[in-house]
């Protein structure tokens, strides 16, 4: 059982660490998130060089984005700097999770930030995406 | 391939609210799918997730190097101002060096995006790896 809280900068601890719920990626995800981006490749909708259809590499950067949510109530929040390196292809069918650690947080002109690393891994363990990002929170 | 200096096809994105509620997820309480919570946060208008403009990157460069972005590729970005539904993203992207790591060709390039006014809204840098087979010349 989580007992939630709100997120705000005292709250949240440097090493404190998140992990996400494992989620299926189906084609209906990539359909979607096609949609969004307005970006249809082929190789989201049939043969890839991969072997089998793939998503967009940044299909599950909310995944790891939404981290915080799992253990905190997040209202609002700027995102001011994204890292990626995609290390394998997402293949449709897989079950991916996301880790995070909290590395760093600080004020910068009376606005706090907080930052996180993650990896985002299948059901194998193999690393598909890890990198890093910069979010800003919102006071009160 | 000698690419140093290259300017890659830029890629219009139109931003619909529509586009976003799919990218975000409909919620009460978002800056980016609540118009009210928008402006009670001090927008004038829903947000695009800054995410999006790393997906947009990632289509320009999956076009230009194909798998060797897919796998091996990565991107750093800074979103320096707010996108809002009914924005009109050019993405651009220009190379800017390449070198050699452990037997392949690592492309680098400049890449941002720009609204319908000409301001930048987010700028970095992606890299991939250059196609297996392909020269300098």
């Not at chain 1, 601890?13 to 096609?34: I, M, N, Q, R």
């Not at chain 2, 987010?122 to 250059?130: P, W």
């Amino acid at each position: 059982m989580i007992e939630f809280k709100p997120l705000t900068y005292e709250a949240l601890k440097v090493g404190e660490e998140f992990v996400s719920d494992e989620h299926l990626v189906t084609p209906e995800d990539v359909e979607t998130y096609a949609f969004a981006v307005d970006d249809h490749h082929p190789w989201f909708f049939g043969d890839s060089p991969f072997g089998g259809p793939i998503a967009h590499p940044t299909l599950l950067g909310n995944q790891a984005l939404r981290l915080r949510h799992g253990r905190y109530i997040v209202h609002a929040g700027l995102h001011a700097k994204m890292e990626f390196e995609f290390l394998e292809p997402i293949r449709q069918g897989v079950r991916a999770r996301s880790r995070g650690t909290v590395v760093d947080k600080y004020e910068r002109r009376g606005k706090p930030y907080m930052v996180t690393e993650f990896v985002t891994e299948d059901e194998n363990g193999t690393v598909l995406v890890r990198g890093r990002f910069t979010q800003m929170l919102f006071r009160g | 391939m000698n690419t140093s200096g290259l300017v890659l096809p830029s890629l219009q994105k139109e931003i619909s609210q529509r586009k976003i509620d799919a990218y975000s997820v409909v919620r009460p309480k978002s800056i980016h799918t609540d118009p009210d919570w928008a402006r009670q946060k001090g927008f004038r208008a829903p947000l695009a997730q800054a995410m999006m403009s790393t997906a947009y990157v990632s289509e320009l460069m999956t076009r230009f190097l194909g798998a060797g972005f897919v796998r091996g590729g990565t991107l750093s970005m800074i979103f320096i101002k707010p996108v809002y539904a009914g924005d009109r993203l050019t993405v651009r992207g220009a190379v800017k060096d390449k070198r050699r790591e452990d037997g392949v060709t690592r492309v680098s390039v400049d890449v941002w995006c720009e609204n319908q006014h000409g301001e930048k809204t987010a700028v970095g840098t992606a890299t991939g790896l250059e196609p297996p087979g392909v020269e300098e010349k």
